[in-house]
């Protein structure tokens, strides 16, 4: 027996190099001879550490999908070259491990490749462009890589660069498995091309189709209230339809004035896709919404303030940022809520602001408490922003408030 693996090892190693990149072929001779032995074989060869051998079983294992084991045997390499870690990458993209995937930086053509499609996975559209840029389509994953691409320059509103994609996944020959992502991304660019009927229309005919992560984007994409968003949201669980059913929750809601729900859902966003440029897009927004409040004449100037602390968080940052509090904190003043005027610039005070600024808006912070019967904490604010330095006209006011 152990004979006959021996002389079985020699053949194998002699046609390591030549196998290694037809996995058709692996997958026959597994046919031919037997999955065990096949494996056995690779395994006893490998035994000795060789690079080559290790590389040869990760392919043997990545043909037949076995892609913990694939990542196992690479892993075992001590120098990894390019085809080792392209073959790390094709692993970990395969069982779906994106983060990891993302956040190693690679700018290898083969192994950025495999990063940039998980870039587009978690919705990281302008670092996957960065990296496609760089890139070309590895083996077995033109179209795929294609229509990764094309999906990242319909989110960066690129519509000639996003047909030009489309048609090369399409030269591709892309698979059956993949019309339905095909038909989603060619609606999604009749939209950002201004054909709104014709896109509504086709999104309608992909949702149509049998449930996949591709119809029910599109049909996601089609909804046109909250109560669908909603027996949508029981039907499907992936990250990309997560995004994209709370985005459109927060859109919906912000528009039929309910800030507050629509907030939430912007906080979603940001807390499960971070990575993703939607959450950029969820926290510029839910600025908006911020600056909103107080004009909605149907909220109580206590639910706006309330709404407004609770997601303070959202307030731009910056200049812009600390306007947008003071302007709601001066509308508190004038309502007489001096405690929740307060409670805005206290944050803005010990969260945002620093140096001379902060011990300027501290006497504000201070002159509110005092107007709210808490001398205790006016005293405790202006002793925590003592410095040196200040200019003699907030000198002048913090003693005099003091």
């Not at 053949?11 to 001779?29: V, Y």
């Not at 090369?168 to 339905?180: E, I, L, M, N």
């Not at 509308?331 to 805005?344: M, N």
Request: a neutral charge; charged letters at 25%; hydrophobic letters at 50%.
């Amino acid at each position: 027996m152990k004979r006959s693996i021996a002389a079985a090892c020699v053949a194998f190693t002699l046609a390591f190099e030549a196998s290694a990149a037809d996995r058709s072929a692996l997958l026959a001779e597994s046919l031919r001879l037997g999955f065990d032995k096949a494996e056995e074989a690779r395994l006893a060869a490998s035994a000795d550490g060789g690079a080559a051998a290790l590389k040869a079983l990760a392919e043997f294992y990545a043909a037949h999908q076995l892609w913990p084991e694939a990542l196992a045997a690479v892993a075992r390499v001590k120098a990894p070259d390019d085809e080792a870690k392209i073959l790390a990458a094709e692993a970990q993209y395969s069982l779906g491990r994106y983060r990891k995937l993302a956040a190693a930086g690679s700018d290898d053509e083969g192994a950025g490749a495999f990063r940039a499609l998980a870039l587009v996975r978690l919705g990281s559209y302008s670092a996957a462009l960065a990296a496609f840029a760089r890139t070309a389509p590895p083996d077995r994953f033109e179209a795929e890589y294609h229509l990764a691409r094309a999906e990242a320059l319909i989110a960066s509103a690129d519509a000639p660069a996003a047909a030009a994609a489309l048609a090369r996944a399409v030269a591709a020959d892309a698979g059956r498995d993949q019309q339905s992502q095909m038909k989603f991304l060619g609606a999604a660019l009749l939209r950002l091309k201004g054909e709104e009927a014709k896109a509504r229309a086709e999104y309608r005919r992909v949702g149509a189709g049998a449930p996949d992560e591709w119809s029910m984007r599109a049909r996601l994409a089609a909804a046109e209230d909250e109560a669908a968003l909603t027996t949508l949201s029981l039907a499907w669980k992936s990250d990309a339809f997560d995004r994209d059913l709370l985005m459109r929750q927060a859109s919906l809601r912000a528009k039929a004035g309910d800030f507050e729900r629509a907030l939430i859902a912007y906080a979603a966003v940001t807390a499960r896709h971070p990575e993703s440029d939607a959450a950029l897009t969820a926290q510029a927004e839910a600025g908006g919404v911020l600056a909103a409040l107080f004009e909605d004449a149907s909220l109580s100037p206590d639910d706006a303030a309330r709404i407004f602390f609770d997601h303070v968080a959202f307030a731009p940052p910056g200049r812009e940022g600390d306007a947008l509090i003071r302007s709601a904190a001066a509308r508190l003043k004038t309502l007489g809520l001096h405690a929740q005027a307060a409670a805005l610039i206290d944050h803005q005070v010990f969260k945002r602001l620093r140096g001379a600024d902060r011990s300027r808006v501290a006497a504000e912070l201070a002159d509110l408490h005092l107007a709210a019967r808490k001398p205790e904490a006016a005293l405790a604010t202006l002793r925590a922003t003592r410095i040196a330095g200040l200019d003699a006209d907030t000198n002048a006011r913090r003693r005099r408030l003091e």
